[in-house]
């Protein structure tokens, strides 16, 4: 698959140095063949879209249109992206307005063709008319991917290198559409949701994310020495972590669990690198915990030796019924109380 798409990306830019190539010598001939043929030759009267004498040559004029047309829709395209890397609240626009060049000029291009070969053009469009409506009721999800998509940009609800979490997936956005929205994992997987799908979402770029890890301490550890070796070093595990843009910051004991103490660290980062800091912030602090001997638990297995338990008698085993009789009986009718 990845082969296939590199040929097929080689392909595309083969294609464009091409077509530059030719729309190069198409513009020489559109502006200076008067001056190479004569503006009476019925080749450059049929290329030049702007001449109204003598009638064309249908196959010229055709070929002047495809140029013409799709020329200038390649420059705009070109410009455009030479523009989406400086720019980031409208990139999302820009993407669409590419979208929207590309099958405009197709459309116009058609028009003017049909109009080469003598195609009234007006009656067309009035039919056309009538047609978009009919097709507007039943492309409706089409054209609310679209508002959607306008809305997106418009309203600036998140751009093209964004993190945000939609439809319980997280990743950088990639791509905004005319109809659907790319979103891109760490793993490289690739989501594309509807625009108008996207009902919900959080998105995680506008502020710094919080990156938070949990280190564990043994009890028999004095807590106050810990706490007075963080105050020592925190600053040292900042400068060891230039992700970091605010903290790191010990929040205190979050829970005395079963066999730890465990402390919890926040720091202040990009979203892009909350769970790289987070690995790092566990490293540098197992690295300051070992240097200065403070010991994180680990699962332990206590062996006991086997205790010997003494057999109730034939007597106790008779007064052990009884007394269970004896208890069912007055504590009779209490567990329906206390069940209502």
């Known amino acids: 698959m990845k082969n296939k798409n590199e040929r097929l990306s080689l392909f595309e830019k083969i294609f464009g140095y091409v077509f530059l190539g030719l729309l190069v010598v198409y513009a020489v001939l559109f502006f200076f063949g008067g001056m190479i043929f004569g ?25 002047s249109y495809s140029f013409f047309i799709f020329g200038i829709s390649f420059i705009l395209r070109l410009l455009f992206r030479l523009c989406l890397p400086l720019l980031k609240k409208t990139r999302g626009l820009l993407t669409i307005l590419i979208s929207v060049i590309k099958y405009a000029a197709v459309i116009v291009w058609l028009f003017f063709v049909l109009s080469s070969f003598g195609v009234d053009t007006a009656v067309i469009l009035a039919g056309i008319g009538i047609v978009s409506l009919i097709v507007g009721l039943a492309i409706q999800p089409l054209l ?7 809305f997106i ?24 559409g005319m109809r659907h929205t790319q979103i891109v994992d760490d793993g490289g997987n690739i989501k594309v949701i509807n625009n ?13 994310s919080l990156a938070v890890i949990e280190i564990g301490i043994e009890y028999g550890e004095s807590l106050e020495r810990v706490e007075a070796i963080l105050k020592n070093n925190l600053s040292k595990i900042k400068e060891n972590i230039p992700a970091i843009q605010e903290g790191p910051f010990y929040k205190g004991v979050s829970a005395l669990a079963d066999s730890s103490v465990n402390l919890k660290f926040v720091a202040q980062c990009d979203e892009k690198m909350r769970y790289q800091v987070e690995r790092d912030m566990n490293r540098e602090f197992k690295l300051l ?5 403070i010991n994180i638990p680990f699962p332990q297995v206590v062996v006991n030796e086997p205790v010997s338990f003494e057999k109730a008698t034939y007597k106790e085993k008779i007064a052990a ?8 009986e007055v504590s009779d009718g209490l567990d329906s109380v206390n069940n209502g």
């Open 289 to 293: 915990f070992d240097k200065n001997n």
């Open 196 to 208: 108008s799908d996207i009902r919900s979402m959080v998105n995680m770029t506008n502020q710094l």
């Open 153 to 176: 940009v418009f309203e600036d609800v998140f751009s093209v290198g964004d993190v945000i979490v939609a439809d319980g997936f997280r990743g950088v956005v990639k791509e905004i």
């Open 321 to 328: 019924k009884e007394f269970v009789e004896e208890q069912k």
């Open 144 to 150: 609310s991917d679209i508002i959607a998509g306008l």
């Open 39 to 63: 503006k009476d030759n019925e080749f450059y009267r049929s290329l030049y879209l702007f001449s109204g004498a003598g009638d064309p040559n249908t196959l010229v004029r055709i070929i």
